[in-house]
């Protein structure tokens, strides 16, 4: 099967309508068109001029082909106008869903003139150019759904579409030209307010593909080449300088250094590496120079694994998408069946005059007309949005504000979400203060690695002014002797003190706060240790009373997963409050996870790291930190743009009140629409009536809705 990239989706029922169409096509059977994702997935024997035609009616295309012969790292080198050798039609225009929707509301604005033009100018100019006006404007705000809907009739498929574009049909042929606009409008007001809803979560795949590192210096017979890391073979040497990406796993062959392993493992603190030890593709290489031997091709690397997993967990339609889907296949045909009945019985059973029953039909059949019921979501929804971004909430669309609503699980990640992401000390030993912090400060100063920063802030707190070295020497894997003042001293873990007897009171103490879970780095002369730094990723000073206040909202388990071992877990979750906490998690496990909580709630998966974007993906709603990495706010449903959890409580609390708001609508659209109908019994049901109760409804739902902007002062 061939995969591909479709941009200009608007809506969820677009994307359905193609999938449907395509799977009627020769070869088609099998061809799937995912909303969330935009990806298209057909048969390589089917007819890309009768997709591309299929695309182009909903205003799609093909942006780019995902599994051809190049690797998905690379994909981006395509741009957006790719064809891979199949003639996808001219996309040098602009797609845009900004452009899209402007386009519409042109169109709505010209339509509303010309309306309002033949009512003031009724009675003033001749008939039939105030019918030619209401024909405008009804072309104008109403001709793709009639094109649709034309096109649905021909194939006798019931949508919509099709509803609308039989009202417009009748009401015209019986002369009722103002309704017949009037519907016009409010059917593409209601495409509009869909298309404001919408958001562009299907572009994380593309942001997270960029993670991957794109080239590796290839070394061979001590020949350096830049290299695709495609090509990177098993066996093959690569030289990774500070700051790079490791390509792909494997072991260090030559070289010492510290490897942020955050991308993978979500482990704050960074990892000494030496020769022989394993490192993971997608990690970064801190401080000094690695020769890395290649142990895995780029495809089954750790980091390829994860972009796999978050793909995967974007491609599963929601619930919520499957019930629109339902809802709008029995909902049509319905009230086309009732607008038939009343049309067709009263005249053959009981001697009804078919003129006046062929207008309470239609009459039916603009009360079936799914404005308001259509509008009780939408409006209550981009309300949500705008207040929740008034307190720098980042929601990517309104299902997923609606979903945020109905959580009653919150799993967090810990590093970088419920705690700082940095380093810091956290508890401190001095058996020598006067020269233990000008020790560490003389070795530590010019030290780029995230545990001496940590250590610094601590002396610089402290006002102390460290010496200058007289010399200075990394022991590997250990830590670091220097000399000064004359003196040798040493700084490091418990390796690098090996040649002084530790006394009991001070390995007890050592055990105990590496059984709480702190790293240390323990300073030392010749004869004796000085003191010893235990260092952790600091809390977040707001955790604790978020945590607090998502209980009293009602959100029943707050859970913790992390890949921190399970002692420094146990610390940060009974620091912060949460119900539940798992340490020692690898991505997939943070997934399966995610999926056995999703087994018995509704799930909202908060993190900060490429470690967190399959989780993210997996749960039914992801919330990213705003200074995470770009894959995890992409995946994301929902950002919080501060980069703390402090609004989260609030965020709940308005998506609780949108659903609140959304549940009253339908109920009153629904109702108004019910008493409507009821009319036809005594043939009371007129197109005024029909029109008034959808506009009654509509404007009722709309001011409902806008008052979620509302928020009250506080003192």
Known sequence: ???????????????????????????????????????????????????????????????????????????????????????????????????????ILTLLITSGVLYAAALLLEGVIEQQAIILLFLAATIISGYTTFIRGLKNLSRFKFNIDTLMTIALIGAVAIGEWKEATLVAILFGVNELLEGYGMEKARR???????????????????????????????????????????????????????????????????????????????????EGLLIVRIQKAYEDSSLAKILHLVQEAQETKTPTELFINKFAKYYTPLIMIVAALVMLVPPLLMQGNWETWLYQGLSVLIVGCPCALILS????????????????????????????????????????????????????????????????????????????????????????VSPDPDEIETINGRGIKAKIAGNHYWLGNEQSIEHIVIPGTIQRRINELKEGGLTLVLVADEQQVLGMFGIADEIREESRDVIAALH????????????????????????VGVSQYYGSLLPEDKVTRVKELSAIGTVAMIGDGINDAPALASAQLGIAMGKGTDSAIETADIVLMQDHLGKLP????????????????????????????????????????????????????????????????RR
């Not at 058996?431 to 250590?455: N, Q, T």
């Not at 009293?552 to 940060?572: F, P, W």
Request: aromatic share 4%.
């Open 377 to 464: 979501s939408p409006i209550a929804i981009v309300s949500g949005i705008t207040r929740t971004a008034r307190h720098g909430i980042l929601v990517k669309g309104g299902v997923f504000l609606e979903q945020l609503g109905k959580i009653d699980t919150l799993a967090f990640d810990k590093t970088g979400t419920l705690t700082k992401g940095e380093p810091h000390v956290a508890q401190l030993e001095v058996y020598d203060e006067a020269r233990l912090f000008k020790v560490a400060g003389a070795i530590e100063k010019s030290s780029s690695h995230p545990l001496a920063k940590a250590i610094m802030k601590e002396i610089e707190r402290r006002a102390i």
């Open 552 to 575: 009293k909202l009602g959100i029943k388990r707050t859970v913790m997963l992390t890949g921190d071992h399970q002692k420094t877990a146990e610390k940060v979750a009974s620091a």
């Open 204 to 286: 994380s795949m593309e942001t997270l593909l960029q993670v991957a590192p794109k080239e590796a210096l290839k070394l061979h017979n001590g020949q350096e080449t830049i290299v695709p890391i495609a090509s990177l073979q098993i066996g093959d040497l690569v030289k990774i300088k500070p700051g790079e990406k490791i390509p792909s796993d494997g072991f260090v062959a030559e070289g010492k250094s510290s490897v942020n392993e955050a991308a993978i493992t979500g482990e704050p603190l960074p990892v000494e590496k030496e020769s022989g030890e394993s490192v993971f593709g997608g990690s970064i290489n801190n």
């Open 1 to 103: 099967m061939n995969e591909y990239r479709v941009k200009g989706l608007s809506c969820g029922g677009c994307a359905q309508r193609i999938e449907d169409e395509l799977k009627q096509l020769d070869h088609g059977k099998d061809s799937t068109l995912n909303y969330n994702s935009g990806k298209l997935t057909i048969s390589p024997q089917i007819s890309m001029t009768k997709v591309t035609k299929i695309l182009k009616s909903d205003g799609a295309y093909i942006a780019h082909q995902l599994n051809d012969e190049h690797n998905h790292a690379d994909y981006h080198a395509h741009g957006s106008n790719g064809h891979h050798g199949h003639d996808h039609g001219d996309h040098g225009h602009d797609h845009s869903h900004a452009d899209s929707n402007n386009k």
């Open 650 to 713: 609030e965020a709940i609390s308005v998506a609780k009140r949108v659903n609140r708001v959304i549940r009253f609508n339908i109920t009153v659209s629904l109702g108004l629409k019910i008493i409507a109908l009821l009319l036809t019994i005594p043939g009371w049901l007129t197109l005024w009536i029909a029109i008034l109760s959808d506009m009654g409804a509509t404007i009722f739902v709309t001011l409902v809705s806008l008052t979620i902007l509302i928020e009250r002062k």
